[in-house]
């Protein structure tokens, strides 16, 4: 039992950060401000099973895609830390996630839950890297349940964020909002950094054992 529980807090931990739920609200307030309160509900609610959906088929799908491809965990480490950078950077230089010509498509679609929303908001490159590089380390069935509640906590986080979000918008504003993001983007390009040094790490043992014995 401890060990699951072990598995589930630090699998949350990795993804919380990543996933940003809070910092996706302004996004999803902006793109449904004109939608009454049930449509926005119903739009929560998909997009966290939209990234329970996409967050579960990685996982689960991640050995074998790092077999296919026939690549190690240090390179998934290092790209994922890359990603989770980037991703990082923008948040601390208040950069959008999406590009204008996303922005304008998003504007005029009904559906905003799995596009932009899930993906790449939610569930973009660095939280898929983040599920694969545990699927690959994972070698109990307790290490998969774990992640799996964890994913499932993560979605529930997210329909709470997104579904309780105009609150949130109300007190903080936009400028506690970006302060959020800003000191949170910092954390977590602290987590990227870690990503590519344990992958570099895991790269130089596997191509030069004798350094580490």
Excluded at 21 to 34: D, E, N, Q, R
Excluded at 181 to 194: C, S
Aim: with cysteine; net charge neutral.
């Amino acid at each position: 039992m401890q060990q699951l529980l072990a598995e589930v807090t630090a699998t949350f931990l990795a993804l919380l950060p990543i996933a940003n739920p809070i910092g996706a609200v302004p996004l999803f307030y902006s793109l449904t401000a004109l939608d009454s309160k049930a449509y926005r509900q119903a739009q929560a609610r998909k997009t966290s099973l939209n990234v329970i959906c996409v967050l579960v088929i990685f996982f689960l799908a991640g050995r074998l895609i790092l077999e296919f491809f026939d690549l190690s965990l240090g390179v998934l480490r290092i790209a994922g830390g890359l990603l989770i950078a980037h991703t990082a950077w923008e948040m601390v230089t208040v950069r959008p996630r999406l590009t204008p010509p996303e922005r304008e498509e998003v504007a005029e679609k009904e559906d905003i839950s799995f596009t932009p929303m899930a993906v790449p908001m939610l569930s973009g490159p660095g939280a898929i890297g983040v599920v694969m590089g545990l699927s690959a380390r994972s070698s109990q069935w307790l290490d998969h349940v774990g992640a799996l509640i964890a994913i499932l906590l993560l979605g529930a986080m997210i329909y709470f964020c997104l579904s309780v979000g105009d609150r949130v918008m109300a007190r903080l504003g936009k400028s506690g909002v970006g302060a959020f993001n800003r000191v949170l983007g910092f954390f977590i390009l602290a987590i990227a950094v870690q990503f590519i040094a344990e992958g570099t790490i895991a790269l130089l043992k596997d191509s030069l054992p004798e350094l580490f014995n």
